[in-house]
């Protein structure tokens, strides 16, 4: 170009610009968005044969029109500038918009090229976000490129790793770990932790899915504590009484021995008549094993005795006893 008179020689034409018409004083137009123009380019085409000619800005980056270098430096919109947040920028962007917004199950930060897709235990639920977020206790992503994450599965607790605060990746719930021996945990979004089989029951399996899976004790015996894998830790059911299935600290005395029988430790519904009281004796009920002789039978009864004694009657009229008033 020639801005001036009695010029010698033309001027180039300067970075930014385009001078592709002759005999001109200035540049005939600004370098094309998408792209940045060094000094004398000769043309707009960015695909003609002509040189110099308008350079692509490169991915990552956008171009407004008359870009002149291809050095950015942010908030200079002569230069390339980094790609917006949540979009990204293939070769030649034009926009601040970018190419596209990044979409669901990607994630795009300043300067993207391209859509990252998001790691296992992680998701992004909508479009044009800038940062793939953890899957939140409770749940778990398998796949990469997740729109959502899956709440765990019974059986199963989606909990963060014991090292999550040193390490991202330890951070990141991939998959579900089964819930070990004597635990359980239902379906419940809002109950992450396997939790303890209730006293009473015993359970050796794992995934537990729910507490009504957890099996109850053996008769005989009593299991005062949660999360128990085996009933030989349990204790006897004490004498006098009669211990079901299930059988916990607070339903142990639930049951007396019935009347007219004996109850040693480790007396269940199965063996509650198998010990009949001894001849000449009797047991009212709950009575234990070691007091068999406690209550002879009666031969008679004085005044004196039914003031400070009451008579029971077994079951078969074949037995009177006393019994101290209460």
Known sequence: MCPGYGQLSPVQCPAGF???????????KQCPPGYWCSEGTRTDNASSSVFPRPNPCDAGTYCTIGVNTKVSVTGLLSTPQPCVEGTYC???????QGTAQCP??????????APIPTLPGTSTKRPGLSFAQSCETGTYSPIEKSQTCVVCAAGHKCMPSANASLSEDASRLEEPELCGPTTFRPYNPYIFQCVKCPAGTVSTKVGVGD????EPCPEGVVC???GLDDPSKSTACPEGFVCGPGTTSTTQTNTKCPAGYLCSFGTSPNTMYDTKCLPGFGCPEGTPFTQRTKYPCLKG???????FYSTIDMPDDTCRFLLPRR
Do not use: N, R
């Open 18 to 28: 385009v001078c592709d018409e002759p005999g001109k004083p200035i540049w005939s």
């Open 90 to 96: 293939e070769l030649a962007c034009p926009s601040p």
């Open 104 to 113: 669901a199950g990607y994630f795009c930060p300043a300067s993207a090229s």
């Open 211 to 214: 507490q009504s899976l957890c």
């Open 224 to 226: 005062f504590v949660e």
């Open 301 to 307: 009864t004085s005044l004196f005795k039914k003031m």
